[in-house]
């Protein structure tokens, strides 16, 4: 018995609906950083990732330190 596979008619209203979802976080996206405050109705997922990219932005920093203080460290004991 084979599973049910999905057709062309849901996968593409799940697509759209995808598709929607996306142009919605990037408004709310776009209004959050373009003006830096909340906004009514609350724009959570915006904010969560602006916390997740911030995150992301510092653990590179971190990592890129750790690399040049590596390099370094192998300059002065040679």
Not at 20 to 45: T, W
Not at 54 to 78: D, H, P, Q, T
Request: glycine residues 4%; aromatic residues 6%.
């Amino acid at each position: 018995m084979m599973p049910d596979t999905p057709d062309h008619r849901d996968l593409w209203h799940e697509l759209n609906q995808a598709r929607l979802d996306i142009a919605e976080l990037r408004g709310m996206l776009s209004m959050h950083f373009s003006e830096g405050q909340h906004h009514y109705p609350p724009c959570k997922p915006a904010a969560d990732l602006q916390k997740t990219m911030l995150s992301s932005l510092a653990a590179a920093l971190i990592a890129l330190l750790a690399a040049v203080g590596n390099i370094i460290m192998e300059f002065i004991r040679r």
